[in-house]
């Protein structure tokens, strides 16, 4: 699940040479702007095959989205110690989060392989302005309905138009024997 404020990671960028001392925005920004910054910012052309934007030349987005989780079939909570079943006794979804300036939404998007239900989504809405810890869930508040449906078909829109990646297994000692940590000879596992 997208934490409250797991889009608020702080973009600390210091160059005494080039930035000016105590700048401070607050226009969204992803991590993928990362290497389109720095490219920028030293002067070089970016890979044609990097995403987002460089946080000093590029306009800001009306949206940022991150995803968290696979959705895939039988997918635990935490792939690390291969715990915890969602609630309908499927595999943990896959969670998608729209960031406005305004809002934050976000919901399931697939589960154990598949487009999720309706009734599973999961709604949460918060108004990050008014609510900047997101500890009210506006969602199935009546008054935010054509809120809720906008950033959900916004949320949909992306989805289909996102690489669904192959399916990358947690690398545990169990699933995959040659990822295991190297061992120490002469010292206990």
Not at 62 to 67: E, L
Not at 70 to 94: D, E, I, L, M, Y
């Amino acid at each position: 699940v997208c934490a409250p404020q797991s889009q608020r990671t702080p973009f600390i960028v210091s160059w005494p040479a080039s930035l000016p001392q105590g700048t401070r925005r607050d226009d969204l920004s992803e991590n993928m702007d990362l290497a389109r910054t720095l490219c920028d910012l030293a002067g070089i052309a970016p890979d044609p095959g990097f995403r987002g934007r460089s946080v000093f030349s590029d306009p800001a987005p009306d949206a940022v989205f991150a995803t968290v989780g696979t959705g895939v079939a039988g997918a635990k909570a935490s792939a690390a110690s291969n715990r915890g079943a969602w609630r309908n006794g499927g595999g943990w979804p896959r969670r998608c989060c729209i960031r406005t300036d305004k809002w934050r939404f976000d919901m399931n998007t697939r589960q154990d392989g598949a487009t999720i239900a309706e009734e599973e989504e999961d709604w949460f809405l918060a108004d990050v302005a008014a609510d900047p810890r997101e500890t009210t869930n506006l969602a199935y508040d009546p008054a935010h309905r054509a809120t809720v449906d906008m950033l959900r078909s916004r949320v949909l829109a992306h989805v289909a138009g996102s690489v669904e990646p192959e399916f990358v297994p947690a690398f545990s000692e169990d699933e995959a024997p040659e990822f295991r940590p190297p061992r120490i000879a002469g010292v206990p596992d």
